[in-house]
């Protein structure tokens, strides 16, 4: 929790918004996208499938098999407050839902299914995306196949699998064709994120998009995103404190931003830290 606090605090005296960006490419995903007030119909689409899983009262058993939880105690998990406690936001649902359309990347790797809060973003996104959504544990799985249906959502276009992830990235033929966006929410630790990082370069282009979760979580997942940063296929970066957005785009300038997400964000640190 220290940590965390030092962590944003430092990324608020560091952190700017579009005023500044002299690259057009970040300058326009900030304004057009990151700072989009347009109020789109998908948004209640989003609301509707969180409320539903919020007021799903049943427990499952959990597996964890990344750096484990800081809120629940116990594997036995009530599905409402998984929900309200482990998954996106809303207002990170909606900022991911915005990504996806304004890059509308046609394939979609997802690595963390959980209850599937981020992979109804990303099929609204683009629905005609076709997605790979990963997930470990079986149980939270089945409950995010269960939402989708119940939610009528078009799940021709979605793949979920059950898998260790590093298993599905060693054993499988990955290509460009599965990597358009990659929105890494899995196992939150330095070795499994540089791990994954790695085996998934081979499938980059020059539009591929990246997106990390959670790089401020621990010291080690900020050593991660340091190393991620300065690798040498990388041209350009983007620090929003909860996620770290990476960008191979080889005509670009390297650089490194830091910025804030939404205009008025004075009480993020008390929401996301839960003070």
Known sequence: M?????????FLKN????????????????????????KYVEYEILNQYRKSLLENKNFIEVTDFGAGSRVFKSNKRQISKIAK????????????????????????????????LATSAISLGNKAAKIISLEGCSKTQEQ?????QKSNFNRENIKFINTKFEDYLLNCQL??????????????????TLDYF????????????????DIHWSKDMEEAWEIIKNHPNIKVTIDTFQW?????????EKEHFI???????STYIFQKLKI
Do not use: M
């Not at 220290?2 to 944003?8: E, G």
């Not at 995010?144 to 989708?148: N, S, V």
């Not at 290509?175 to 330095?190: A, V, W």
């Not at 770290?244 to 670009?252: A, D, I, L, M, S």
């Open 2 to 10: 220290i940590q965390q606090i030092k962590s944003y605090l430092n």
């Open 15 to 38: 952190s700017s918004n579009q005023h500044g960006v002299h690259s057009p490419f970040v300058y326009s995903l900030i304004t057009k996208c990151f700072y989009d007030k347009k």
């Open 85 to 116: 406690t482990a998954g996106i936001s809303p207002k990170r649902a909606k900022l991911l839902f915005r990504v996806v359309d304004y890059f509308q990347p046609e394939t979609i790797l997802e690595i963390g299914t959980s209850l599937g």
């Open 144 to 148: 995010a196949q269960l939402q989708f």
């Open 175 to 192: 290509n460009t064709e599965h990597c358009q966006l990659i929105y890494f929410d899995g196992n939150h630790s330095k070795k499994a």
């Open 198 to 213: 790695e085996q998934l370069l081979p499938t980059i282009t020059n539009e591929t998009v990246w997106i990390f979760d």
């Open 244 to 252: 770290g957005f990476v960008f191979f785009r080889k005509e670009q």
């Open 259 to 265: 910025i804030n997400p939404r205009k008025n964000f």
